[in-house]
């Protein structure tokens, strides 16, 4: 996608073989700064401080992570160590574990002298096809959206509701939950995008809507609390958000506040569906909520929040009382059966095992 006109990836080749670029995404939407990542370390660090995030390109740095490993100790005990760091760097989107497996699988039984080749030439690969995997959502998700629009007045925007960022920031390019929103803004349909600021680290406020924005898709950030409150005044049509990991039966573990949203959805008779790339689908887990760990992240994130001053600085303030103390749990689960449908690579399936399935052979 674009950034005043020049077209960006969220992470890129910059010395072949070597070093990766990335956006550093914890200093948006106030500074738009890349960095470059040249260790495997640096990859891991980049993933643990949420310099990037998002399932998908979590997954793809980790893949160049292994390859920057390759670079610095290819042996079976080296890769092992690379594999238990990056794996340890966050604990719900399963992309990271597919992509460390993908890399795993590529490199097991390989000469030692070969392996940094292949990896890069890998890593390269899950970047390209997680744009193909998103695009093929956004197409997917389109029909959806043509369908609402041709039952709305002619003019009238298709609104949607959408949760975090699962945006093109939170991928290689695109996104998921947004791919068929820019998918529907490329073809012409009016189309305004509800953004959840998305507490406690706003990835809504901060990333969704700077993203949007630049493309110059129309929205409006809302306070997490009011999307029950839009739906009960007809002023959502459908919400699209992504998720971190699906179930083998169609639960999803998405960014926290994504469950209540689709209970707000249930009783409002809204549309609720769920964008996701096959790699998000962890086949080993039925059962979400029982299965799925869910990240802790510091209750700093709670007590202090970030901004910019007047004056351009960017500083962090206490929003609470000293030393009270805050939980922060980073994701939920939203069970299946408040799920209307999965927008998949392959179609849009109901979330069901039958379902999941059909479109997905083992
Ligand atoms: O904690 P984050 O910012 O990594 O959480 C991201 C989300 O919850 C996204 O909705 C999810 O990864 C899907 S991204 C296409």
């Given at each position: 996608m674009e950034i005043d006109g020049i077209p960006y990836r969220t992470i890129w080749v910059e010395e072949p073989g070597r070093s990766v670029g990335i956006i550093d995404?914890?200093?948006l939407p106030h500074r738009f700064t890349t960095v470059t990542l040249s260790s495997m370390d640096e990859a891991a660090r980049a993933i643990s401080d949420m310099l990037v995030r998002g399932a998908p390109l979590i997954g793809a740095t980790a893949a160049y992570g292994m390859a920057m490993a390759c670079n610095e100790d290819a042996s079976d005990e080296g890769l092992r160590r690379a594999y238990d760091r990056l794996y340890s760097?966050?604990?719900?989107?399963?992309n990271l574990r597919w992509a460390l497996d993908q890399m795993t699988a590529l490199l097991d039984n390989r000469a030692v002298e070969e392996r940094a080749a292949l990896a890069w030439a890998r890593a390269a690969e899950i970047g390209d096809e997680d744009v193909e995997i998103c695009k093929a959502i956004g197409r997917n998700g389109l029909t959806l959206i043509e369908e609402i629009a041709a039952q709305?007045?002619?003019?009238?925007p298709v609104n949607v509701l959408t949760h975090c960022n699962a945006g093109w920031l939170a991928t290689v390019?695109?996104?998921?939950?947004t791919a068929p929103i820019y998918m529907a803004y490329e073809a012409g349909i009016p189309i305004h995008v509800w953004v959840d600021e998305t507490r406690p680290r706003n990835q809504g406020a901060a990333l969704t809507a700077f993203e949007l924005g630049r493309h110059g898709v129309d929205h409006t950030l809302v306070a997490d609390n009011v999307g029950g409150h839009l739906m009960q005044r007809g002023l959502v049509d459908l919400c699209i958000v992504g998720t971190d990991r699906t179930t083998a039966r169609g639960d999803v573990c998405n960014k926290i506040g994504t469950y209540l949203k689709a209970l707000a959805a249930k009783d409002n008779e809204v549309p609720f569906y769920v964008a996701l790339p096959s790699t998000t689908i962890d086949w080993t887990v039925e059962d979400g909520l029982a299965e799925i760990p869910i990240e802790q992240r510091s209750g700093r994130e709670l007590t202090r929040i970030a901004g910019r001053t007047e004056t351009g600085e960017v500083v962090e303030v206490d929003i609470?009382?000293?030393g009270v103390a805050a939980r922060n749990d980073a994701f939920d689960v939203t069970p299946?059966?408040?799920?209307?449908g999965l927008i998949t690579e392959r179609g849009v399936a109901p979330a069901t095992k039958e379902g999941l399935a059909g479109l997905f052979e083992r």
């Open positions: 995404q914890t200093k760097t966050r604990p719900t989107a399963v709305k007045p002619k003019g009238e390019d695109w996104g998921t939950a609470a009382p000293e299946a059966r408040l799920v209307s």
